[in-house]
């Protein structure tokens, strides 16, 4: 029996991208990995624009090409996880659909994967985006890396393949705001690193802006850190200790040099100004960490179906049945974990 092999691909505004793809990735299990059994599962994040009817024809073109559509948009965080859980092979590749992750790299995944290796990704080695983009991320990986508890992976957007046993363990999480490339640190096997040059995007316009790579950024280093509240204790505990001594050399100089020694109010205002500073900085924190508590306690789903095509006998099931399903196999879990 062959073995088989899912591609999660997320989807949104991606017209130009997705049929390329499709047949990209078509052609790699035709020609180079012809003994395994695959299947792609698109999910869309109620695209806009004409990505869902072309997705509606390669599923009719291909059985094992599948697509979920989402009822709205649930961002670059909840809908690849979902989607990953939704796969059925004994391994399982996610990638994006703009073909800044390259298409040739599953050959070399799926080597690594015979090789023993649970979980295989590609990390960036060099990057044909805006370089001040990559200098970014760049900063950001070096930044979370050094303040979490956990070794975070630099340079990796999720791009890589991932065991069955390791899907199975974010089966079982119930996080509505997963973020990926710490679950992997954090509670996945061993992983291989493959080096790879991120390419253009081949069509479109990048989804991204500057309010979802915030949180996006905020979301890991919410879920993983505890250093920056705990600055905010030590730089309390620092600045209370300067101005106590900062208020004992003035009450001396004052008492030694009563007529020629002036404060003025320059000092205050910085005082001032700073203390001010500081404490927006932290309460701001605080407010971050209190919004990651409040959605997972919240426990919303990571997505809601509105269709799905290709999946079980080949037909169609409404948004209901999909969350019965999802009820279904939740009841079965718990069950099972006790």
């Given at each position: 029996?062959?073995?088989?092999?899912?591609?999660?691909?997320?989807?949104?505004?991606?017209?130009?991208?997705?049929?390329?793809?499709?047949?990209?990735?078509?052609?790699?299990?035709?020609?180079?990995?012809?003994?395994?059994?695959?299947?792609?599962?698109?999910?869309?994040?109620?695209?806009?624009?004409?990505?869902?009817?072309?997705?509606?024809?390669?599923?009719?073109?291909?059985?094992?090409?599948?697509?979920?559509?989402?009822?709205?948009?649930?961002?670059?965080?909840?809908?690849?996880?979902?989607?990953?859980?939704?796969?059925?092979?004994?391994?399982?590749?996610?990638?994006?659909?703009?073909?800044?992750?390259?298409?040739?790299?599953?050959?070399?995944?799926?080597?690594?994967?015979?090789?023993?290796?649970?979980?295989?990704?590609?990390?960036?080695?060099?990057?044909?985006?805006?370089?001040?983009?990559?200098?970014?991320?760049?900063?950001?990986?070096?930044?979370?890396?050094?303040?979490?508890?956990?070794?975070?992976?630099?340079?990796?957007?999720?791009?890589?393949?991932?065991?069955?046993?390791?899907?199975?363990?974010?089966?079982?999480?119930?996080?509505?705001?997963?973020?990926?490339?710490?679950?992997?640190?954090?509670?996945?096997?061993?992983?291989?690193?493959?080096?790879?040059?991120?390419?253009?995007?081949?069509?479109?316009?990048?989804?991204?802006?500057?309010?979802?790579?915030?949180?996006?950024?905020?979301?890991g280093i919410t879920s993983y850190s505890k250093v920056v509240m705990r600055m905010a204790t030590f730089l309390g505990f620092l600045v209370a200790g300067l101005s106590f001594l900062a208020g004992l050399f003035y009450f001396v100089m004052k008492l030694i040099y009563w007529d020629r020694f002036s404060a003025g109010v320059a000092p205050m205002l910085i005082g001032v100004f700073f203390l001010g500073a500081l404490q927006?900085?932290?309460?701001?924190?605080?407010?971050?960490?209190?919004?990651?508590?409040?959605?997972?306690?919240?426990?919303?789903?990571?997505?809601?179906?509105?269709?799905?095509?290709?999946?079980?006998?080949?037909?169609?099931?409404?948004?209901?049945?999909?969350?019965?399903?999802?009820?279904?196999?939740?009841?079965?879990?718990?069950?099972?974990?006790?």
């Amino acid at each position: 029996m062959k073995k088989k092999i899912s591609v999660i691909i997320p989807t949104y505004n991606e017209e130009k991208n997705v049929k390329p793809l499709a047949a990209a990735i078509t052609e790699v299990f035709t020609r180079k990995l012809s003994r395994y059994d695959y299947e792609i599962i698109f999910i869309d994040n109620h695209s806009q624009d004409q990505t869902q009817n072309y997705l509606r024809d390669l599923c009719r073109e291909n059985k094992k090409i599948k697509a979920i559509f989402n009822t709205k948009n649930f961002g670059q965080m909840r809908s690849p996880v979902y989607g990953l859980k939704q796969t059925t092979g004994d391994c399982a590749i996610r990638m994006c659909a703009d073909f800044q992750d390259p298409v040739e790299m599953i050959e070399k995944f799926v080597q690594e994967w015979e090789n023993g290796h649970k979980i295989v990704i590609g990390i960036k080695k060099s990057s044909k985006e805006r370089r001040i983009m990559y200098a970014v991320r760049a900063c950001y990986y070096k930044l979370v890396k050094r303040i979490t508890d956990i070794d975070h992976i630099e340079q990796f957007t999720g791009f890589g393949l991932y065991d069955k046993s390791f899907v199975d363990v974010v089966r079982q999480l119930h996080d509505p705001m997963p973020y990926l490339r710490g679950i992997i640190a954090e509670l996945g096997y061993d992983y291989k690193a493959i080096p790879y040059e991120q390419q253009k995007r081949k069509a479109g316009k990048s989804k991204n802006n500057f309010y979802s790579l915030y949180d996006y950024a905020m979301v890991g280093i919410t879920s993983y850190s505890k250093v920056v509240m705990r600055m905010a204790t030590f730089l309390g505990f620092l600045v209370a200790g300067l101005s106590f001594l900062a208020g004992l050399f003035y009450f001396v100089m004052k008492l030694i040099y009563w007529d020629r020694f002036s404060a003025g109010v320059a000092p205050m205002l910085i005082g001032v100004f700073f203390l001010g500073a500081l404490q927006l900085f932290f309460i701001g924190f605080l407010g971050e960490y209190v919004l990651s508590i409040n959605t997972r306690v919240l426990d919303r789903p990571l997505v809601v179906e509105e269709e799905r095509i290709n999946f079980g006998d080949g037909s169609s099931c409404s948004e209901e049945e999909a969350l019965v399903e999802e009820k279904n196999c939740e009841e079965e879990r718990q069950r099972d974990a006790v």
